[in-house]
Each structure stands twice: as structure tokens, then as C-alpha cells.
């Protein structure tokens, strides 16, 4: 359960280092899979802010016109994607001896439950998601 407030996301996936976090003594390789997921989450957020502007760019030039309730939709989509920047950013400036402060409801993430959390957060990224068209071509 993911509680209202926060960006869902963000809140996954602060579980999921929480969960990598903790059981780094346990196998050395997922501080490569922690570090892996800040950096390739950084990405994607760059990534989307990216094609928002383009996008943006791209409807202005074609239409000549200027939609307030797509302006509307990029400013919503920097925003969210500088508050995601903000949070990677202090979870990298954070040592993992540090981390264990952050921690939201670690406990109740168990190895079933990270593993549902991976999966969701793979099916948010556009490979996925455009992969059923690939299927039917």
C-alpha cells in the first residue's frame, strides 16, 4: 500500500533501495543493483523532461498556436520530474551507513514484495509499455 501525498513512484521506489539497502550484507551485488536503479531512474527522468520540452517545441512550430492546457501538462511533468531529481540527488549524497535513517516501513518489504515493486516499475518504462506493439507487428 502505497499512501497518498507523495509521488507513488518516488515512494516505490524508496521501498525498493530501502529493501537493496538492507540486504547488502547479504549479497555484495546489490550495492551495484542500488546504484544501477538511482542512476538509470536519473536517466529516465531526464529522458521524460527531455521529450516534454521537444514535444512541446514540436506543437508550437506545427500548430503556430499556443495550448494552455499543454503548457499546463509540461509544466507538470518538469515539476514532477525535478522533485523525482531532488530525491535521487539526496539519496546519492546519502552513505548507506546513513540511509538506514531514511528508511520508510523497511520492514514490511520482504523479498516477494521487491520483486512486485521491480516488475511494476519495468512496466512503467516505454520498452515495456511499447512492446506489445512490437508483438503485433
Known amino acids: 500500500q502505497v499512501s497518498g ?9 524508496k521501498a525498493l ?16 543493483s542500488r ?3 538511482i542512476a538509470q531512474w536519473f ?3 531526464t529522458m521524460e523532461t527531455e521529450k516534454a520540452i521537444k514535444s512541446q517545441k514540436d506543437e508550437d ?8 492546457k499543454d503548457v499546463e501538462t509540461t509544466g507538470q511533468i518538469m515539476h514532477r520530474a525535478e522533485s523525482r531529481k531532488k530525491f535521487l540527488r539526496s539519496i546519492i549524497r546519502t552513505a548507506p551507513s546513513q540511509f538506514s535513517t531514511l ?4 520492514d514490511t518489504v520482504d523479498y516477494e514484495d521487491a520483486c512486485l515493486i521491480v516488475r511494476y516499475l519495468a512496466s512503467m ?3 515495456a509499455q511499447s512492446f506489445d506493439i512490437y508483438l503485433t507487428q
Open 17 to 32: 533501495l530501502d529493501y537493496l539497502d538492507k540486504n547488502t550484507e547479504i549479497d555484495a551485488s546489490l550495492v551495484f
Open 43 to 45: 536517466r529516465d527522468t
Open 5 to 13: 501525498g507523495e509521488d507513488e513512484i518516488q515512494q516505490l521506489q
Open 103 to 106: 528508511r520508510m516501513n523497511s
Open 35 to 37: 546504484k544501477f536503479y
Open 125 to 127: 518504462r516505454p520498452f
Open 61 to 68: 512550430s506545427s500548430e503556430g498556436t499556443h495550448h494552455a
